[in-house]
T-cell receptor, first 115, second 115 residues
Framework: GAVVSQHPSWVICKSGTSVKIECRSLDFQATTMFWYRQFPKQSLMLMATSNEGSKATYEQGVEKDKFLINHASLTLSTLTVTSAHPEDSSFYIC???????????FGQGTRLTVV | AQSVTQLGSHVSVSEGALVLLRCNYSSSVPPYLFWYVQYPNQGLQLLLKYTSAATLVKGINGFEAEFKKSETSFHLTKPSAHMSDAAEYFCAVSGTSGNTGKLIFGQGTTLQVKP
């Protein structure tokens, strides 16, 4: 099956710094990637939809200047959490859509802790 | 608009007992429905999906789900629970009428399997 790799799997950063999370589709071209956020013991919430070569579409309530998404190629999307604060600590998961089907392949997630 | 409700945030069964995880959906268009499993600090793994073909869908690890339009339900079952089934389970519906792959998740159900 298709593989989506997310890096890093966990990161600890100081408050006020920025953190970049990568999402790569290893064996297919992903025209669309999705970024989700999961708070402890809660469900995943879609943050934004990223299409290759165009600006990401953010869900209501998600600050686009804080969560910068870049989808520069068909195999890579990045999420940058700018000026991170402790409340940004969460589990971030990406998924990539292969072709026009509904099958969404998920990365393994990134645990972000801001201290 | 689409939404998913998972009844019961926590389900506990004995090893060998029937597993039943409930999911009800709301959708203004024919839905695509999914069940995912998440182990601690990991990404999501697709168990099965309904895409308007057979209403009884068989997935991996012995799980299956039945789509019931009249009840707007897509409950997940497994005849005999294993200890390794203990995890978080998410029901999801594909958002919008377009083939975008955007998923709306339920709040999740924690499955505990007792020896």
């Amino acid at each position: 099956g298709a593989v989506v790799s997310q890096h890093p799997s966990w990161v600890i950063c100081k408050s006020g710094t920025s953190v970049k999370i990568e999402c790569r589709s290893l064996d297919f071209q992903a025209t669309t990637m999705f970024w989700y956020r999961q708070f402890p013991k809660q469900s995943l919430m879609l943050m934004a939809t990223s299409n290759e070569g165009s600006k990401a579409t953010y869900e209501q309530g998600v600050e686009k200047d804080k969560f910068l998404i870049n989808h520069a190629s068909l195999t890579l999307s990045t999420l940058t959490v700018t000026s991170a604060h402790p409340e940004d600590s969460s589990f971030y998961i990406c998924s990539a859509r292969a072709g026009r089907g509904h099958k969404a392949f998920f990365g393994q997630g990134t645990r972000l802790t801001v201290v | 608009a689409q939404s998913v409700t998972q009844l019961g945030s926590h389900v506990s069964v004995s090893e060998g007992a029937l597993v039943l995880l409930r999911c009800n959906y709301s959708s203004s268009v024919p839905p695509y429905l999914f069940w995912y499993v998440q182990y601690p600090n990991q990404g999501l793994q697709l168990l099965l999906k309904y895409t308007s073909a057979a209403t009884l869908v068989k997935g991996i690890n012995g799980f299956e789900a039945e789509f019931k339009k009249s009840e707007t339900s897509f409950h997940l079952t497994k005849p005999s629970a294993h200890m390794s089934d203990a995890a978080e389970y998410f029901c999801a519906v594909s958002g919008t009428s377009g083939n975008t792959g955007k998923l709306i998740f339920g709040q999740g159900t924690t499955l505990q399997v007792k020896p």
